[in-house]
Structure formats: structure tokens, C-alpha cells
């Protein structure tokens, strides 16, 4: 099934300035026995959203209705921890396209990809002055714009290049999971394995 193309985006932020966040802190291991992805932005850190009797911890970013937006931006190192893909099935699920850090673990950051998240990698100085754009005033937009690998703070017109994996692009601006490219490019596919057998 396609997913939805991803081009140009500009969205506000909701920010987490905190380093280290690991998958376990993104979805607890206590939800992680459904197999499906459905559902899962319910359980997107949880912990921090909900006391244990379920009710909304109000000083979280995520409960503060002063804060929307698909792009969350996280501090260094998001996504460590263990490889659970259930982390990025939370983040897409619960609705965001774009996630900005400094830096990100290695096969998080593949899941995200994997789940049509794009997962943006911008300097430490970026960074801290997009937290402190958003601290500032909450509606601050960002735009992220795949086609040229640019992310702009929109406040202070800062902008950045990003590096990202020319196929995983491909997928993203056509909205192709890994299954889709291949029945996509079936055609050449059997063409290629004609001609080894002529």
C-alpha cells in the first residue's frame, strides 16, 4: 500500500529537550506484544504522558495544547537503547512525519525510514537555537525540504543541509515502502534476469 509522498513540509514543533532518549522511554516494553502497527501513538512516551492511574501529566510537552505540529525535535542521541521497530511505529503512528536531533541511533534511524518518518540530522548549534526559537514562541514553523535536503528554522531563517540515503529519498518522495519499489520496478526486474539466462 502507498504511503502518503513526502515533498516539502512546514509544520510547527513539539519540542523534547532531552539527550539520550531510548526506545523504551518512545513505547515502554510493556506494549510491545501487539504485532501489528495500528494503535501504537497511544502508547508514544507514555510513561510521560500518563501518571500509572492514566491520567495526563499536564507539564509534558505533549499534553501542553500550546504545542502541535508534525515535526518533533529531540535532543542528541534519540533512539538509543534497543532496536524495537515499535519505537518508530509509535512516532508514525501518533502522527509525525519529520524528527530533528543532533544525532540518532543507527538502526532507529532505519526503522524511522522504514515507517515514512524522516529523520532530520542538523548541527548542535542548529539545534539549540530551534529549541530556543520554540521556547520562545510555540507556533514557530520549520520547514523541511527533502528534495533539496534543506531544514529551515523559519524564525530566524537559519537553514541546514541534511544527508540522506538516495534509495530511502526515492521511497519518500514516491511513497514507496520496500515492497512497492520492487512491484514498481518489476518490468526491469525480469528484464535483467532475462538477458542472464539468454
Known sequence: MKKEKFNILTDSCIPIPLEN?????????????????????????????FDKEGNKIESFVMNNPAYSGKILVAGKNFGCGSSREHAAWAIADYGFRVVVSSFFADIHKNNELNNFVLPVVVSEKFLKNLFESIANDPRTQ????????????????????????????????NGLDDIDFLLDNKDK????????TE
Request: proline share 3%; with cysteine.
Open 21 to 49: 532518549i531510548d526506545t523504551d522511554q518512545i513505547v515502554p516494553a510493556r506494549f510491545l506484544k501487539a504485532t501489528t502497527r495500528e494503535g501504537f501513538g497511544d502508547y508514544l512516551f507514555r510513561d510521560w504522558r
Open 142 to 173: 520549520v520547514t523541511v525540504d527533502l528534495p533539496n535536503q534543506t531544514i529551515t528554522n523559519n524564525v530566524t531563517g537559519e537553514s541546514e543541509q541534511f544527508e540522506i540515503n538516495g534509495y530511502k529519498k526515492h521511497c519518500l518522495m
Open 189 to 196: 526486474i525480469e528484464a535483467w534476469e532475462q538477458r542472464q
